[in-house]
């Protein structure tokens, strides 16, 4: 049934040309790995502090919701299920892991849907946001590269997270102490998929030439990103609440200034010293530890920064 449903878009795709799948592939850039840490620092340095810590938990979360379940079921992609899908363009490349659940769908019910389950956002800006969120776990489909039950379980799963992240968020606002227990939680958490994606076995499929269809230890790469983002994040949080303590309440031309030094760094940061990280150590540790410094850059190295080069306000 699923297969069908990707054969019917595809065969609609091909007959109407490629503009819509262009500007869906636009779309999809929007719940791509690479895009969301810079939509949220943003948010998080520039815009509102309360906010982007909102966002970047849910998001931290969700990654290892995400990469639990993916190692977990183990879903090949769809053109590997069948030949006949062929995914458009150059989609295949940012379609890294398993397939179930969609991360993009995910990072979606993240960013943009972190908005919709909030009462305290306007509706008419919920409902431009819920459309973004269906725009992009479409654009997953339409494109070749899951199946509609991966971007329903992630669409679901994310808005979930993030149902609960208000309430955790609100929870530490009323135990302002207690904030360590999340952090401690969470990490813990991160650390047992880490060592469950390491240990369990894969499913070794051949195709009739006696070549490995997936390399299941491959595949888990994506887990381990979320188990360095998601315990950089929360190891960041508590230090920036503790040691820190930096404010969005700032002009405009403050905000601007954090927005392009914030971003420019955070980018060599992410191309020089992380790449580097993961050159010299390797394996899954290389990609736990360069993930774990771009999501400690955002939530606390930079702010820190802030902390010692912004003049006080006159």
Not at 168 to 193: F, Q, S, Y
Not at 209 to 231: H, I, R
């Amino acid at each position: 049934m699923d297969i069908d449903i990707l054969l019917a878009l595809q065969q609609f795709r091909n007959g109407i040309g490629g503009s819509l799948a262009e500007f869906l592939s636009k779309m999809t850039f929007f719940g791509e790995l690479t895009v969301i840490p810079v939509l949220l620092a943003i948010v998080y340095w520039c815009i509102s502090k309360k906010y982007g810590t909102y966002l970047m938990i849910g998001w931290g979360g969700n990654r290892l919701i995400n990469g639990g379940l993916k190692v977990t079921a183990c879903a090949y992609r769809p053109w590997i299920r069948d030949a006949r899908i062929i995914p458009y363009g150059n989609s295949m490349e940012t379609a890294t892991g398993y397939s179930f659940p969609s991360g993009h769908s995910m990072n979606a019910a993240t960013v943009f849907g972190g908005g919709v389950v909030r009462k305290d956002v306007p509706r008419s800006l919920r409902i431009v946001l819920a459309i973004i969120v269906l725009l992009i776990a479409f654009s997953r489909i339409y494109l070749g590269v899951h199946t509609p039950q991966d971007i329903l379980v992630g669409m679901a799963a994310g808005l979930v997270m993030m149902w609960a992240t208000v309430r955790l968020m609100r929870w530490v606002e009323t135990h302002p102490g207690k904030d360590w227990i999340v952090a401690c939680i969470g990490i813990g958490l991160a650390a047992a998929i880490a060592v469950y994606a390491a240990l369990k076995p894969y499913p070794a499929d051949y195709n009739a030439e006696g070549k490995l269809l997936v390399d299941g230890a491959k595949m888990a790469n994506d887990t381990y990103k979320g188990v360095g983002w998601c315990s950089g994040i929360l190891l960041g949080w508590i230090l920036e609440r503790r040691f820190v303590g930096f404010s969005t309440e700032v002009p405009m031309i403050r905000r601007l200034t954090r927005l392009v030094t914030g971003v420019l760094s955070y980018y060599a940061v992410n191309l020089i010293l992380c790449s580097q990280i993961k050159n010299w150590i390797g394996g899954p540790a290389g990609i736990i530890l360069s993930c774990f410094v771009q999501m400690f850059y955002i939530a606390f190295l930079y702010p820190l920064c802030l902390k010692y080069t912004e003049k006080p306000d006159p």
